[in-house]
Protein backbone atom coordinates (compact mmCIF):
# COMPACT_ATOMS: atom_id res chain seq x y z
CA UNK A 1 0.00 0.00 0.00
CA UNK A 2 1.46 3.92 -0.91
CA UNK A 3 2.41 6.05 2.14
CA UNK A 4 0.03 8.94 2.22
CA UNK A 5 2.04 12.17 2.39
CA UNK A 6 1.36 13.86 5.60
CA UNK A 7 1.07 17.62 5.67
CA UNK A 8 1.52 18.15 9.36
CA UNK A 9 4.09 15.73 11.79
CA UNK A 10 1.83 12.85 13.80
CA UNK A 11 1.93 13.99 17.20
CA UNK A 12 2.78 12.40 20.01
CA UNK A 13 -0.15 10.94 21.95
CA UNK A 14 1.35 11.53 25.69
CA UNK A 15 -0.85 12.64 27.94
CA UNK A 16 1.58 13.09 30.69
CA UNK A 17 0.57 10.01 33.00
CA UNK A 18 3.51 7.76 32.27
CA UNK A 19 2.79 5.15 34.54
CA UNK A 20 2.59 1.47 33.06
CA UNK A 21 0.22 -1.11 33.28
CA UNK A 22 0.43 -4.90 34.25
CA UNK A 23 0.76 -5.29 30.33
CA UNK A 24 3.78 -2.99 30.32
CA UNK A 25 1.70 -0.53 28.44
CA UNK A 26 1.21 3.38 29.57
CA UNK A 27 -1.74 4.03 31.42
CA UNK A 28 -2.36 7.29 29.54
CA UNK A 29 -1.56 6.52 26.18
CA UNK A 30 -1.53 2.73 25.40
CA UNK A 31 2.20 2.85 23.58
CA UNK A 32 4.88 0.22 25.05
CA UNK A 33 7.92 1.04 26.25
CA UNK A 34 10.00 0.62 23.01
CA UNK A 35 7.12 2.74 21.21
CA UNK A 36 7.59 5.52 23.66
CA UNK A 37 11.70 5.29 23.71
CA UNK A 38 11.27 5.43 19.39
CA UNK A 39 9.06 7.60 18.99
CA UNK A 40 11.30 10.58 17.73
CA UNK A 41 12.92 8.16 15.81
CA UNK A 42 10.26 6.48 13.23
CA UNK A 43 8.66 7.79 10.27
CA UNK A 44 4.93 9.32 9.84
CA UNK A 45 3.92 5.72 8.81
CA UNK A 46 5.54 3.96 11.53
CA UNK A 47 3.92 6.28 14.01
CA UNK A 48 0.21 6.10 12.56
CA UNK A 49 0.20 2.40 12.75
CA UNK A 50 1.42 3.26 16.90
CA UNK A 51 -1.02 5.07 17.15
CA UNK A 52 -3.81 2.43 15.37
CA UNK A 53 -2.44 0.01 17.96
CA UNK A 54 -2.98 2.70 21.16
CA UNK A 55 -6.52 2.90 19.75
CA UNK A 56 -6.98 -0.85 19.76
CA UNK A 57 -5.80 -1.38 23.11
CA UNK A 58 -7.93 1.31 24.54
CA UNK A 59 -10.80 -0.17 23.15
CA UNK A 60 -10.17 -3.72 24.29
CA UNK A 61 -9.25 -2.19 27.74
CA UNK A 62 -12.82 -0.31 27.77
CA UNK A 63 -14.12 -3.97 26.48
CA UNK A 64 -12.69 -5.49 29.38
CA UNK A 65 -14.01 -3.47 32.17
CA UNK A 66 -17.13 -3.19 30.55
CA UNK A 67 -19.58 -5.14 32.93
CA UNK A 68 -21.58 -8.18 31.29
CA UNK A 69 -25.26 -7.34 31.18
CA UNK A 70 -27.32 -9.40 34.11
CA UNK A 71 -29.71 -12.20 32.56
CA UNK A 72 -33.21 -11.44 33.15
CA UNK A 73 -34.60 -14.37 34.89
CA UNK A 74 -36.78 -16.51 32.59
CA UNK A 75 -40.47 -16.44 33.58
CA UNK A 76 -42.25 -19.04 33.00
CA UNK A 77 -45.33 -18.53 30.43
CA UNK A 78 -49.11 -18.70 31.52
CA UNK A 79 -50.13 -20.13 28.58
Known amino acids: MAEQLEFFP ?7 ICQTDERGYCRGCFRSREERFNWQTMSD ?22 PEPAEEPQQPSLF
Open 10 to 16: VQSPCRG
Open 45 to 66: AQKQEVLRLCRQRLLRKIRANK
